[in-house]
């Protein structure tokens, strides 16, 4: 886990999203992709990606105002690569949200970790 340029964003990996998603109890998913992943990766994937919502990159911040989201619970942003996740934990950080996390690579980085060995 590193700190992404001088914010408060945290670029994380597949190994500390597992760790989110099994020991943090409140916190807040959004997939900002534009794409659906292919099936297989879904399939390898779908129990860590399960409590993922799907949403536009300019509806987070609305969402998490809607939902009540406090500004410090966890927010995790995974897209295909990381970079428009980047961007938004960028704004979501200057509404002073704290604990904001970006998934390293994207989905692209998620299907290399959790792929099969041949």
Do not use: H
Not at 58 to 83: F, N, T, Y
């Amino acid at each position: 886990m590193k700190l992404f340029g001088r914010s408060e964003v945290w670029e994380i990996g597949p190994f500390q999203l597992e760790n989110i998603l099994t020991n943090i109890p409140v916190f807040w998913f959004f997939d900002l992709s534009k794409s659906p992943l292919g099936e297989g990766v879904l399939e390898m994937m779908g129990e860590v990606l399960s409590p993922c919502v799907k949403i536009r990159p300019e509806g987070v911040l609305e969402e998490l105002k809607r939902k009540g989201a406090s500004l410090e619970q966890p927010v995790v942003l995974i897209c295909e690569d990381g970079k428009r996740s980047r961007k938004v934990a960028l704004r979501l950080t200057k509404s002073k949200y704290l604990n904001v996390y970006v998934v390293a690579g994207g989905k692209q980085a998620l299907a290399e970790y959790f792929k099969a060995p041949e």
